[in-house]
């Protein structure tokens, strides 16, 4: 879903989108860009939290943390079976987009059944505008850590605007946020610069912006991923590539997102296991064992921290359970909570 957008080419672009201050107006909402600016935004007089809808719970739950007590925060998509390209929303779910105080939609052509259902009315945050992506980029934006912290920031911005009285407890809140952040980061950075034979394939490219935050370099064949990105069907010759790459133990790690899974995929998956590399599952939305999106990226990390020290070439004696995936890989918040108190 969406080309392979680099990292570095995203970080770039939002500190360019910042510089240039962009905001503009869509469909009669207030927008806000990077800069956090919106066109005509005020403190408004109403009384209780402010009303917050997400397409997507993944930025809804990231809405929910900066927001506090002062948001109440509604999310359409949160199911990990469902497409968001070719989901449809009910009468229901249009409805609560036009009550929202904020909307928030992801952008990049990933959710546009929301963005083309948005209130005159509300403030728009749109993960997209606020780092410079745009239609045919890589989507999958909430798994960048520059546009995790450029989000929480606009989002901060925009209840600020909306309810000036509780300004300190955004800022407080927002703080709070980039000190947990800011701890899994540190990990994530001194993992990368602990391994330098980091490689991974992936069956469809959900999780691209979070491994190369973790410094892993995509090995995947590049038909076999432009076949993907296009949501077409890969070539004979794509799959054979893919299989021999995995058969003759070309990668590190294999991610695969069950949201998109089809023979094809069931079959590198197996070939995988059977040469003992450590299967990533990762869904695009948010699975509901964790309470917000740090702790759901944290638990990813954790599973290839543990698979990545444990699987080390030539040895490759990965641990796995009776279904063959990595050992630590269906561990919830609820799993590491217990695990830590047998300590």
Not at 38 to 58: K, R
Not at 145 to 173: C, I, W
Not at 242 to 269: K, Y
């Amino acid at each position: 879903m969406g080309i392979r957008t680099s990292s570095h080419r995203l970080r770039a672009a939002v500190a360019a989108v910042a510089a240039l201050a962009l905001a503009a107006t869509l469909a009669g909402c207030d927008r806000i860009g990077a800069d956090g600016a919106s066109p005509s935004a005020s403190d408004t007089a109403s009384s209780g939290p402010i009303t917050v809808v997400s397409s997507l719970n993944q930025w809804g739950s990231l809405a929910a943390q900066i927001g506090g007590g002062d948001a109440k925060v509604t999310s359409i998509l949160s199911s990990t079976t469902a497409d968001a390209h070719d989901f449809e929303p009910t009468a229901k779910d249009i409805k609560t987009l036009h009550d929202a105080d904020v909307v928030i939609v992801n952008g990049a052509g990933y959710d546009a059944w929301a963005s083309k259902n948005l209130p005159s009315t509300a403030t728009l945050v749109s993960a997209a505008d606020i780092v410079g992506a745009m239609d045919g980029d890589n989507p999958h934006l909430w798994f960048s850590r520059d546009a995790r912290y450029a989000m929480a920031d606009a989002l901060k911005d925009a209840f600020a605007r909306l309810r000036a009285k509780d300004a300190e407890s955004f800022d407080a809140n927002l703080a709070a946020w980039k000190k947990k952040e800011d701890a899994l980061e540190k990990r994530i950075e001194a993992f990368g610069k602990e391994h330098d034979d980091l490689t991974y394939a992936a069956t469809e490219s959900v999780a691209y912006y979070l491994m190369n935050d973790m410094g892993f370099e995509d090995k995947t064949p590049s038909g076999y991923a432009r076949a993907t990105a296009s949501e077409s069907e890969p070539t004979a010759a794509d799959v054979r590539d893919m299989r021999e790459l995995l058969g003759d133990d070309g990668v590190r790690l294999l991610v695969n997102n069950p949201q998109e899974e089809n023979e094809t995929t069931q079959g590198f998956v197996d070939i995988a296991r059977k040469a003992k590399t450590p299967v990533l599952d990762v869904t695009e939305q948010m699975p509901p064992d964790y309470a917000d999106l740090t702790a759901w990226i944290e638990a990813l990390f954790d599973t290839v921290e543990q698979d990545m020290d444990t699987c080390r070439a030539p040895e490759k004696d990965c641990p796995t359970d009776e279904s063959g995936d990595s050992a630590n890989a269906g561990n919830t918040e609820q799993d590491r909570a217990v695990n830590e108190g047998d300590d």
